[in-house]
């Protein structure tokens, strides 16, 4: 049997290690954290699925991988739930655009933008809503808004809930995972960590903001999210509002959660969430519907995205050494691409 060793139990390293266990191989998973350590990006994100709207801030390349990706998810899903015996939330209903009226010129100058970049055979998935059309979507909505975007086929899962199933699913399949476990050197031939060498057949680095030391220019892009319980408001899918400064969505989660994200400053502190983030975070949500006002809060998060100069999710190769980092803002829209690319490769 194929012997795999992984450096990093994040998205991308709980992916590789479900497939190649799926695929025969014998993995072992080394990680600097605790198992149910929450401070990767992976256990921050919102892990919204949004092939249209991130095209304002990505590149055909991102928009390629995400095509692919949204392809794979559905099936992989399936597969995972066989594999772990947990449900992971999933919804493809689209996502709403909104601005308040001071901000139409954001959603107008937005709209452009995507339909300029967008391949012609997918502009129909940008759709210009009326008030009455919006308020058949997210009836929560009428009334507060006289029109927006509807970005079809967009979509979200649970962020927790994926990495939970992963989790379950590579310790099902006997993929042999090492908590606290700091890797420093990885080879072409194995990995080097305090304990000890250990040797493999394939060595991949999926360590994120980890691996800075051994990819020039990966660099943390710090983002926050609030998560609250809200229950005077239903939303079928997740809202982005546009504002003149920051874009901002709230995801729907089970049970009356709603995510609210994401800040993005050029800062690789990952100290707590700042009082200016949380206000306009929270005034963001407030403005889209008073009800929020009651809502808890229960959880304040903030990450480092992985992130390169081009801002494209990438892999690389040196003999049987592959690494893969700079998931960004793309993590959940793209790595299932990349992970499939490796697998291809590799077998
Ligand atoms: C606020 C925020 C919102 C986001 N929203 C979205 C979204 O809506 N949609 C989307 O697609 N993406 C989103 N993302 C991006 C997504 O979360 C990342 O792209 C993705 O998690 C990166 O995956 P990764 O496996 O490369 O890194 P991570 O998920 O950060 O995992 C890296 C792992 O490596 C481990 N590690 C680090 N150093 C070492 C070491 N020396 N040895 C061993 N292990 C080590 C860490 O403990 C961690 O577990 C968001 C990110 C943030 C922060």
Not at 126 to 138: F, S, Y
Not at 145 to 153: H, K, N, Q, V
Not at 258 to 268: Q, W
Not at 311 to 322: Q, S, T
């Amino acid at each position: 049997m194929k012997q795999a060793v992984i450096a990093g139990a994040g998205l991308a390293g709980r992916l590789l290690a479900w497939r190649l266990l799926r695929g025969g191989w014998q993995v072992d998973l080394f990680d600097a954290a605790a198992r149910d350590d929450t401070r990767s990006a992976a256990m921050v994100a919102a892990a919204m699925l949004s092939p249209l709207a991130e095209l304002a801030v990505a590149d055909e390349v991102v928009f390629e991988q995400a095509q692919r990706a949204m392809a794979l998810w559905p099936q992989w899903l399936q597969q995972l739930r066989d594999d772990s015996g947990r449900e992971v939330y999933y919804r493809r209903d689209g996502t709403l655009v909104v601005a308040h009226a001071p901000d139409r010129a954001t959603l107008e100058h937005f709209t452009r933008v995507l339909h300029h970049k967008l391949p012609a055979a997918h502009r129909s998935a940008l759709q210009a809503i009326d008030g009455e059309r919006l308020a058949q979507l997210e009836p929560a909505l009428a009334g507060r808004f006289d029109g927006g975007l509807y970005l079809d086929g967009e979509g979200q899962l649970a962020n927790d809930e994926l990495m939970a199933a992963l989790a379950a699913a590579i310790d099902k399949l006997g993929g042999r995972w090492h908590e606290l476990c700091a890797v420093h050197a990885l080879e072409a031939k194995g990995i080097d960590r305090a304990q000890g060498r250990c040797d493999a057949d394939l060595v991949i680095d999926a360590r994120g903001v980890g691996a800075k030391r051994d990819w020039p220019g990966l660099r943390g892009v710090r983002g926050e999210l609030i998560t609250v319980e809200c229950h005077g408001v239903q939303l079928q899918r997740p809202v982005r509002l546009m504002h003149p400064r920051y874009q901002l969505y709230i995801a729907p989660r089970p049970q009356q959660r709603f995510v609210v994200g994401a800040t993005e400053l050029e800062s690789e502190d990952d100290g707590p969430m700042t009082l200016r983030s949380m206000l306009e975070l929270g005034s963001a949500l407030y403005s889209l519907h008073p009800a929020f006002g009651e809502a808890r809060v229960l959880r304040l998060a903030v990450g480092l995205r992985p992130t390169t100069d081009d801002h494209r999710p990438a892999l690389r190769r040196h003999e049987d050494l592959w690494q893969i980092n700079g998931l960004y803002r793309h993590g959940f829209l793209c790595a299932p691409a990349l992970v499939d690319q490796l697998l291809h490769e590799v077998s």
